[in-house]
């Protein structure tokens, strides 16, 4: 009897849990549907209720108002651009992987199949506790580091956000011209990240030091 009230309180916490992830995912989706029906007025009155007055006016302006199809014709262009950029050189590198013969050609491919192995699914908890973390520490960070420069705060801040983008940038087209269908290249390119921050720090840290 307590066995199986164990595992009915088990039965249901699990799909409690399953149905608060559930709405966290689905959020953004009823946020954006809100959001789309509401004029701007209610927009500021109230950012996340329900739209006091639903309207269509602003999908029509834009529709209407706006170049949509040019945008739309530039996403596709970029699109179809990068796919095909990212699939021939992964072509490239493929057959280099595979008939090239080169010094340390086994590990790399006995690597390169064993990492096939790890599903990607597995990189989401890594990732989620990096981008918690890196949130939590990045902006106290920074203002700490800014404190004692009021006077250039804004320039550095804008100079500190554009080389985040710069090489988040060069990340996601390192990790989209050599994506293979695996977690490999994601996890190859946060570990060298995670290397050279390390050595950045350490060589500024010893530059102060002195």
Known sequence: MRAGAGGLVGL?????????????????????????LKTNADYQLDPTGFPAHPTLDSL????SDEPLPRWMWNSLLVTVSS?????????LAAYAAV???FRGHKIFLSTSV???????????????????????????????????F?????SAASLLSFCQF??????????????????????????????AAFVAFRVVDRGISR
């Open 114 to 148: 064993a990492l096939m192995v790890v599903p990607p699914v597995t990189l989401l908890v890594p990732m989620f506790v990096f981008m918690v973390a890196f949130m939590l520490t990045m902006p106290p960070a920074t203002a700490g580091a800014l404190t004692p």
């Open 12 to 36: 249901v916490a699990r799909h409690a849990f399953l149905i608060v992830i559930c709405l966290a995912a689905l959020y953004p989706l009823w946020f954006i549907v809100t959001t789309a």
């Open 150 to 154: 009021p006077d250039i705060a804004g």
């Open 166 to 195: 710069v090489v988040a940038s060069s990340a996601a087209l390192v990790v989209g011209s050599s994506f293979d269908g695996t977690a490999r290249p994601m996890a190859l390119t946060i570990g060298v990240a995670s290397v």
């Open 99 to 101: 008939f090239g013969r």
């Open 83 to 91: 796919v095909a950029v990212s699939t021939l050189v992964a072509l």
């Open 60 to 63: 029509r302006t834009m529709v």
